[in-house]
């Protein structure tokens, strides 16, 4: 229980939904010193502030590892709101005693339960942080911001286009419709997906390429390069493909 509470302790220093947090094991902590020279071990006794006393009534309640209880003694995790009892605390003070429950799932309950409001999104490219009070939680909640990994949506459906050098970029969400291009002596025929989906490209000297089923933008303007289209070329069709509108992307020329 003591060495649950001692791993629980600076995972909570790093939320910032909770203030005031109190553990004689934290090195900030106002008793550690007097706990370090005193005691064998910390302890299992945690004691923190939630904003208010709804958040706090949330909390023992959202959590399904914490049982409230007026005075500790039991093995399991306990949590209760000393106010409740008449003494002189803040509402949303909770004191925590840390039971023998594994600590993994511990922690992810108890994060689940505080960690909402964490991040709000200002607009398209700025995220507002709530960061903690306490100086050294900050520095922990500082370096999980930095390590987070971060995978972008993808982006709107886009396509664009270079002609003096031939160069087409696309992204992974530009899909084509069952159509018929024909340009100079070069065809395209996307078939429709209740026709199996192939892409056929043509050339009036009888050299074709067929691709296969399902095929996406990509590769139509590998077949058309391997068929020798030249950028004029392939900007013509492009465009055909976005005036049908078979193509499902943004054409852009630069």
Known sequence: MCDSAGRLAPLLAGLNSLKNLRYPGLAGDPSHEIA??????????????????????AFLTDCPYIVQA????????????????????????????????PVEPLWAAINKALGSGTAQALDGRRIALRAPEESDARVSF????????VKPEAGLAKVVVNPRTGSVVMNQKVTLDACAVAHGSLSVVVASPEAGGDVQVKQDNGSLMNVKAGANLADVVKALNSLGANPLDLLAILQALKAAGSLRADLEII
Not at 36 to 57: N, S, V
Not at 142 to 149: H, R, S
Request: negative net charge.
């Open 142 to 149: 500082l370096a999980k911001v930095d390590n987070l990994d």
């Open 36 to 57: 370090r020279r005193q005691m064998a071990g910390f302890g299992f006794l945690i004691g923190f502030e939630l904003a208010d006393a709804a958040a706090a009534e």
């Open 70 to 101: 007026p005075s500790f003694g039991s093995t399991h995790t306990s949590g209760e709101r000393r106010i409740r009892w008449g003494d002189k605390v803040a509402d949303g003070f909770i004191r925590l005693s840390v039971g023998l429950e």
